[in-house]
């Protein structure tokens, strides 16, 4: 059982926007910042999204970050079936003392 | 090119030993924190440990405490992490991954915590894969 909660799946059609939700408490995303990554199993995941909504550079503005709360949400648009991967938060957890991940969300495109 | 390459995973058996080692070039390896991240069959990403810049300060998922060791050697560039009393379960890809982490004031005093942390893993290594199993 993951410490912060995202959907296991999301889908909608090329072209379309999605979100991703990641829901956590006061003790991770409520007091510290969010960073989002995309992974295809067997490759390095990439880094999307810090800070709650900066982008490292060369990730295309279609991916957004936002936070509220003790929720953060990625959002893509414009989807492109190059963007079907398993979607993560993370962050720190200040009374766990640890890097914290969601479970996962696999985008279809 | 900033790289991290990560070498020492194999077939161990249950309660067995085994040091991964991540090799990083391209960087000032001395100025960052350093992660390992596991991916385990069919499950999510899962962060095990992670290393001050100096090693004076590490970091460990509940789950591996008492069990793994993180360590660095700046001089060569180089996190490792040792893996004892092994066990099914840690069965997974391990990744290196370099860390942007530091802390600040809270300003929200509401929040119960004196300190708000940022934190973010930019650079990723390929992994490598740990099977533990008779």
């Known amino acids: 059982q993951s410490v912060l909660t995202q959907p296991p799946s999301v889908s909608a059609a090329p072209g379309q926007k999605v979100t991703i939700s990641c829901s956590g408490s006061s003790s991770n995303i409520g007091n510290n910042y969010v960073s989002w990554y995309q992974h295809l199993p067997g490759t390095a995941p990439k880094l999307l999204v810090y800070d709650n909504n900066k982008r490292p550079s060369g990730i295309p503005d279609r991916f957004s970050g936002s936070k509220s709360g003790t929720s953060a949400t990625l959002g893509i648009t414009g989807l492109q079936t190059g963007d079907e991967a398993d979607y993560y938060c993370?962050?720190?957890?200040?009374?766990?003392?640890?890097?914290?991940f969601g479970g996962g969300t696999k985008l279809t495109v | 090119e900033v790289q991290l390459v990560e070498s020492g995973g194999g077939l161990v058996q249950p309660g067995g030993s085994l040091r991964l080692s991540c090799a990083a070039s391209?960087?000032?390896?001395?100025?960052?924190?350093m992660s390992w991240v596991r991916q385990a069959p069919g499950k999510g990403l899962e962060w095990v440990a992670n290393?001050?810049?100096?090693?004076?300060?590490?970091f460990y998922v509940a789950s591996v405490k008492g069990r793994f060791t993180i360590s660095r050697d700046n001089a060569k560039n180089s996190v490792y992490l040792q893996m004892n009393s092994l066990r099914a379960e840690d069965t997974a890809v391990y990744y290196c991954?370099?860390?942007?982490?530091?802390?600040?004031?809270?300003?929200?005093?509401?929040?119960?915590?004196?300190?708000?942390?940022?934190?973010?893993?930019?650079?990723w290594g390929k992994g490598t894969t740990v099977t533990v199993s008779s």
């Open positions: 991954a370099r860390d942007q982490f530091w802390r600040a004031a809270n300003a929200d005093i509401l929040t119960g915590f004196d300190y708000c942390y940022y934190h973010y893993m930019e650079v």
């Open positions: 290393i001050k810049q100096d090693g004076s300060e590490k």
């Open positions: 993370g962050t720190w957890d200040s009374s766990l003392s640890a890097v914290v």
């Open positions: 391209g960087f000032t390896f001395s100025s960052y924190y």
